[in-house]
């Protein structure tokens, strides 16, 4: 499997907002305005190429070698927890600038089950460790891509006249659906 | 088990690693942080506008936000907290939303435009439909906003707070496109200064205090005197005064004026509740910020100095006030009589001030009882010198200095210091005065020499009356109380008797001709005209400036810049910071001989000036500031749709009985005039204006 189709298919494709629908609430929470879309998606694709390595190698080197696959849930729940947690303090510590830019929104990802998704999908899919590390970016930026997008759609859907009881998340969830139709269009091209 | 192991073994793990990681990367929290944090209710809930109650209470430990911050926790828990930051709760600052236009379905339409539904999308379509840029616009994004129903969509379609919910989170000034809605403190609103971009009437703009006038209007027709008086107040603290002796510079640019030629009679109604307040018999009470320990001295407690004692006193400094006088109130005190500004109702307002806890030194001067250095030694932070413009003029002609001969200022100082009993000084007054100078102080003179018992007396000015600086209402309160006018007159020199006294003013005609750069026309000398006019009592009222004599006895004030009309120069006339940093000034001092509402506006600028040093900022003019300048557009030629209506004329003594004793002269409107008269106020806001509602 090229690189190339791993970054195409996992941005456009399999985009994990769009054709997964996963990560849904972030999607609808965060993009109400671009600037905290351009945040969360920042946020997201720090933490998922970091969570997207340490799974690979807790999966591989262990869960697969002690024949425990089936704890693979609820280990990777634990570690990309404690992974954010982590990523958190130090990067107070350390980083005191990245943090003040990416430190509000580290707790909303520490349950994201797009990161969560992002993961399941590589080891499904048996990636090598840098074909795991390549699709883990592409999966984040497919999901910066598409939050980003649908920020500057719901910025101009208060342009639009909604009924009363279709206003807000309903609103939203119509446009996202009729994003994804758009996303549809790529299918077939990896 | 080996699932269990696992599982145990990658639990352990991360906690391990999550525990040493804590101890690595500990980063020092100020422990009342997590104090402060339990106290509040936990819930994330971001009414208070922080992400989280962690943030809040960050914010509250760097004292961004007051101790009741949190929104659910309630009064128990802000008393608790407060308590941890050891500051009192009770004087902590409140945050309240305002919406500043007063706008409404006023401004003509652009175009129309169906179907939007929230401010935000309108005004990204030509900046909404209104022709009114800086306006409300009407769709309630706040109101959707606020979470706490405190705001509502009022009478005049525009929303309204109700202060008594709001919590001041902020949301409703975020949702605002149009930066209208805004969350202030009370030190925000005392420092705020007109701009370019505000929505003001032509009176607000014009005023030199910069006081809300068509608001305090507003709450007087709506009965609210409380507010109104806060609404000068927060501009100007010598309301008394000003409702008494102000000219009124805001009437002449009032747009009831264009078509009915006659303005609100906007001063008569800052009386009226000024007056309302003191005859209640109580004090409303006036708020201070949280103490911040800077020491401020004001020099001169006049208007200027009296005014930015009170603003910083209300910011939170602590301020004493050093005067050369007996008694505090500077020229508006010793150069105002007592027919025009009774001293009884000076001394209520000074006291007033005072009340804050502003401490004051009388009979101390500068230059001999105090310097700069005496002060700094003190440990006063700043320095502000409203020293006013206590020194006249002279008219440098032969004679001035003979026996009868007075100058303006001098004459009325010295006046009241005998009569209030400050002085025994016995003050001559002639049979036959003469008072030369067509200013407010030349008509001080001559009305309080009518009232001295002087049988004749003549005011002498080189310009004709329409050229008079003195206020049209003094002019004329002149004429009826029998003053002699003589215009178009030069003097000349002074004649004297074989004693040495006064016995003459030879004066030469004039005629005018060319206008001069003051845009008044210049008057010419008539060659052979000279005039004898008999006297025994001289008064030169032509003008007065700073008295900078302390720059010889004072070291540290050497080298203050001072201008060639001896005033003090500041760098930028917005900022009013000396060439000496830690010196500011204001008033008289600042502009020369100007009007009390200018030194009480001066005496603002300065205190924020000197709020902002104090605060280690810089110390630069207001931003887009409208200073001494009108709005572009906003003032009309003609304002169509106006009715008819006649100003409330202003109740005075009879002519004979006032002119015999030195009772207040000019009466306060009654409630039901001022009420009728408010009426009148066309509440312009800035590009729309209010037809006239037929009541």
Redesign the interface.
């Known amino acids: 499997m090229g690189y190339m189709e791993i970054i195409i298919g996992c941005i456009f494709v399999n985009n994990i907002l769009l054709a997964q629908f996963l990560g849904n609430c972030p999607f609808l929470g965060t993009s109400k305005k671009m600037e905290t879309a351009v945040g969360m998606s920042m946020a997201v694709i720090f933490v998922l190429v970091l969570a997207g390595t340490i799974t690979w190698l807790i999966y591989d080197l262990i869960l697969v070698r002690f024949d425990l696959v089936y704890l693979r849930t609820i280990s990777f729940i634990l570690v990309i927890a404690s992974l954010v947690q982590f990523v958190e303090m130090f990067l107070k510590k350390s980083i005191p600038a990245l943090y003040a830019g990416l430190g509000i929104f580290l707790p909303l990802i520490t349950t994201n089950c797009a990161v969560m998704g992002a993961c399941v999908l590589n080891v499904d899919k048996e990636l090598t460790f840098v074909q795991s590390l390549v699709a883990s970016f592409a999966y984040a930026v497919g999901f910066g891509l598409a939050l980003i997008l649908f920020a500057g759609v719901r910025e101009r859907i208060i342009l639009a006249r909604v009924p009363k009881q279709l206003e807000d998340t309903s609103i939203g969830l119509v446009t996202a659906g009729v994003i994804a139709l758009a996303f549809y269009a790529f299918k077939g091209m990896v | 088990m080996?699932?269990f192991l696992?599982?145990l073994g990658?639990?352990g793990a991360?906690g391990i690693?999550?525990a040493v990681?804590?101890r690595?990367?500990?980063?020092y929290e100020d422990p009342r942080i997590a104090e402060i944090e339990s106290l509040t209710s936990g819930a994330n809930c971001g009414g208070c506008g922080y992400?989280g109650c962690a943030a809040a209470a960050t914010a509250v430990v760097g004292k961004k936000a007051k101790p009741s911050v949190c929104v659910i926790a309630g009064m128990e828990a802000a008393t608790a907290i407060a308590q941890v930051m050891g500051m009192d709760p009770g004087t902590a600052e409140t945050l309240l939303s305002e919406n500043e236009c007063r706008g409404g379905d006023r401004a003509e339409d652009k175009y129309e435009y169906m179907?939007?539904?929230?401010c935000?999308?309108i005004d990204?379509?030509h900046g909404g439909k209104r022709v009114c840029s800086i306006g409300c616009l009407g769709y309630g994004d706040c109101i959707k906003a606020c979470i706490f129903d405190a705001i509502e969509m009022g009478p005049e379609n525009y929303p309204v707070v109700i202060e008594s919910k709001c919590v001041g989170c902020g949301a409703c000034q975020t949702a605002c496109p149009k930066n209208i809605i805004k969350v202030k403190t009370m030190s925000d609103r005392l420092l705020t200064f007109n701009q370019f971009d505000a929505a003001l009437s032509p009176c607000a703009q014009t005023c030199p205090a910069e006081i809300d006038i068509p608001k305090y209007i507003r709450q007087i027709r709506e009965g609210d005197y409380e507010g109104s008086v806060h609404t000068i107040r927060e501009r100007n603290p010598l309301l008394l005064s000003c409702g008494r002796v102000c000219p009124h510079p805001c009437e002449d640019k009032c747009r009831r004026d264009i078509e009915d030629e006659e303005p609100v009679s906007i001063n008569q109604m800052k009386r009226f509740v000024a007056d309302f307040e003191m005859n209640s018999g109580s004090r409303f009470n006036i708020p201070c910020a949280p103490s911040t320990g800077k020491k401020v001295a004001v020099i001169g407690g006049g208007p200027a100095g009296l005014s930015c004692a009170f603003f910083l006193r209300r910011l939170g400094h602590d301020v004493e006030i050093f005067d050369m006088m007996p008694k505090l109130g500077g020229m508006i005190r010793y150069g105002i009589p007592e027919y025009r500004l009774p001293k009884k109702v000076l001394e209520w307002e000074i006291e007033g001030i005072l009340n804050l806890g502003i401490k004051s030194h009388v009979n101390v001067k500068l230059g001999q009882d105090i310097t700069v250095d005496s002060l700094k030694e003190k440990g006063f932070d700043a320095i502000f010198m409203g020293i006013g413009a206590w020194k006249d003029y002279n008219l440098g002609i032969e004679g001035e200095d003979l026996n009868g001969c007075y100058t303006g200022i001098d004459f009325l100082s010295r006046f009241s210091l005998t009569q209030h009993g400050d002085s025994d000084e016995k003050i001559f007054v002639g049979k036959k005065c003469v008072v030369i100078g067509g200013g407010n102080t030349a008509i001080d003179c001559v009305r309080t020499l009518v009232r001295l018992g002087a049988d004749e007396v003549s005011i002498v000015y080189r310009r004709t009356r329409k050229e008079m600086p003195a206020n049209m209402v003094e002019i004329e309160a002149a004429e009826h109380e029998g003053i002699n006018f003589h215009f178009l007159a030069a003097p000349n020199k002074v004649v004297a008797d074989e004693n040495g006294n006064v016995k003459g003013l030879e004066y030469l005609k004039m005629e005018l001709g060319e206008p001069d750069e003051s845009g008044r026309r210049r008057p010419v000398p008539i060659e052979g005209s000279e005039t004898v006019l008999d006297t025994d009592m001289l008064v030169t009222a032509i003008g007065q400036g700073p008295d900078v004599s302390f720059k010889e006895t004072d070291i540290a004030l050497e080298n203050l810049e001072t201008t060639r009309w001896s005033t003090i120069d500041s760098a930028d006339p917005e900022t009013l910071q000396t060439n000496i940093p830690y010196i500011f000034t204001g008033g008289d001092s600042a502009t020369g001989a100007s009007l009390v509402v200018e030194a009480i506006g001066g005496g603002r600028r300065a205190a924020r000036s000197i709020h902002l040093y104090l605060n280690g900022e810089e110390v630069t003019p207001v931003k887009r500031s409208l200073f001494k300048t009108h709005i572009p557009g906003t003032i009309f030629e003609s304002v169509p749709g106006i009715e008819q209506s006649t100003r409330t004329e202003m109740p005075e003594l009879p002519v004979d009985e006032r002119i015999k004793t030195f009772e207040e002269a000019d009466l306060v409107i009654t409630q039901k005039d001022a009420i009728k008269e408010s009426k009148r106020c066309l509440d312009c806001c800035r590009i729309c204006y209010n037809r006239d509602v037929a009541a």
């Open positions: 080996t699932a696992f599982m990658i639990g991360c690693v999550l990681a804590s690595v990367f500990y980063v992400t179907g939007v539904t929230s935000s999308a990204s379509i």
